[in-house]
Antibody, heavy 121, light 110 residues
Framework: EVQVLESGGGLVQPGGSLRLSCVASGFTFSSYAMTWVRQAPGKGLEWVSGISTSGGTTYYADSVKGRFTISRDNSKNTLYLQMHSLRAEDTAVYYC??????????????WGQGTMVTVSS | QSVLTQPPSASGTPGQRVTISCSGSTSNIGSNTVNWYQQLPGTAPKLLIYSNNQRPSGVPDRFSGSKSGTSASLAISGLQSEDEADYYCAAWDDSLNSAVFGGGTQLTVL
């Protein structure tokens, strides 16, 4: 079965850091771009960051640029999101998503169940 | 304020046809393909339409997508109660160098 499974969410104080992980299975992980999408409580979807198959190309939303870093380890079929300087507005469910093609940057055919990040003192 | 504009709500009765619009600009919808997602209550989103009008395997042909210029639409025919969900459009934006989502449309089946 094709799936992705996120972990690493939790409660963190403003200004703190957190690293999310996403383990993929059932498909050739290294052949697809991967992305993080988040959804604040009761709000819509927000694209956060995307990474190419090799990891050589990364993209970030302006809201997280300079604070978040996306990376991947194709040998471990794992996607990461390192988050620093967290703010209350970063509170959201973070979804790990697989691109439908190697470089389809807005067509996501596999979604994880999400991991909740809460930034609060 | 989302880069792609969708109506916040839509409604219809069972069997009806409803459409949901998604308005953008030349840097996103005007230059790239549009994708649509369905999010049922309490679940992760699901890809409904990709490349403007293509349905992934398993998506009923009651769902269809179209694009013209800087706007796109999702049409649902033969509306069913299980179609009650939030719907989002998405596209790549060449100016922002990021993907953008619409604000979402909550569909109610009356």
């Amino acid at each position: 079965e094709v799936q992705v499974l996120e972990s690493g969410g939790g409660l963190v104080q403003p200004g703190g850091s957190l690293r999310l992980s996403c383990v993929a299975s059932g498909f050739t992980f290294s052949s697809y771009a991967m992305t993080w999408v988040r959804q604040a409580p009761g709000k819509g979807l927000e694209w956060v960051s995307g990474i190419s198959t090799s990891g050589g190309t990364t993209y970030y939303a302006d809201s997280v640029k300079g604070r978040f870093t996306i990376s991947r380890d194709n040998s471990k079929n794992t996607l990461y999101l390192q988050m620093h300087s967290l703010r209350a507005e970063d509170t959201a469910v973070y979804y790990c998503v697989k691109s439908r093609l190697s470089s389809a940057w807005s067509a996501f055919d596999i979604w994880g169940q999400g991991t909740m990040v809460t930034v609060s003192s | 304020q989302s880069v792609l504009t969708q109506p916040p709500s839509a409604s219809g009765t069972p069997g009806q046809r409803v459409t949901i619009s998604c308005s953008g600009s030349t840097s996103n919808i005007g230059s790239n393909t549009v994708n649509w997602y369905q999010q049922l209550p309490g679940t992760a989103p699901k890809l409904l339409i990709y490349s403007n009008n293509q349905r992934p395997s398993g998506v009923p042909d009651r769902f269809s997508g179209s694009k013209s210029g800087t706007s796109a639409s999702l049409a649902i025919s033969g509306l069913q109660s299980e179609d009650e969900a939030d719907y989002y459009c998405a596209a790549w934006d060449d100016s922002l160098n990021s993907a953008v989502f619409g604000g979402g449309t909550q569909l109610t089946v009356l």
